[in-house]
Nanobody
Framework: QVQLVESGGGLVQAGGSLRLSCAAS????????MGWFRQAPGKEREFVAA????????YYADSVKGRFTISRDDAKNTVYLQMNSLKPEDTAVYYC???????????????WGQGTQVTVSS
């Protein structure tokens, strides 16, 4: 099974940018569909973005479309989430996940990182 470690979270002002990274070990990421999810305090975990094998297709939640970009570098075994024009409502713990098919549902992803905190101040 693949092990995932997120990094790049932090505190940023509204309108700012962050880039999250998800580094994999144990197996090559090229075998997996990759996703980003987030969970805010008191809320359920929600889908943010996903990317297909070889990065040919990407999918986004409506709330982040046009502001966030998911990408992958299989040579580096890393997936990224570029987040621009951040809003206070983007504040959450962000998780990357690996799965076998494109899905908006966290139950379809079998491997998860520990999460990285993103806090957007107003």
């Amino acid at each position: 099974q693949v092990q995932l470690v997120e990094s790049g979270g932090g505190l940023v002002q509204a309108g700012g940018s962050l880039r999250l990274s998800c580094a994999a070990s144990g197996r090559t990421l090229s075998f997996y569909v990759m996703g980003w999810f987030r969970q805010a305090p008191g809320k359920e975990r929600e889908f943010v973005a996903a990317i297909s094998w070889r990065g040919t297709s990407t999918y986004y939640a409506d709330s982040v479309k046009g502001r966030f970009t998911i990408s992958r570098d299989d040579a580096k075994n890393t997936v990224y989430l570029q987040m621009n024009s951040l809003k206070p409502e983007d504040t959450a713990v962000y998780y990357c996940a690996a799965g076998g098919q494109i899905s908006y549902h966290d139950t379809d992803f079998g491997s998860w990182g520990q999460g990285t905190q993103v806090t957007v101040s107003s």
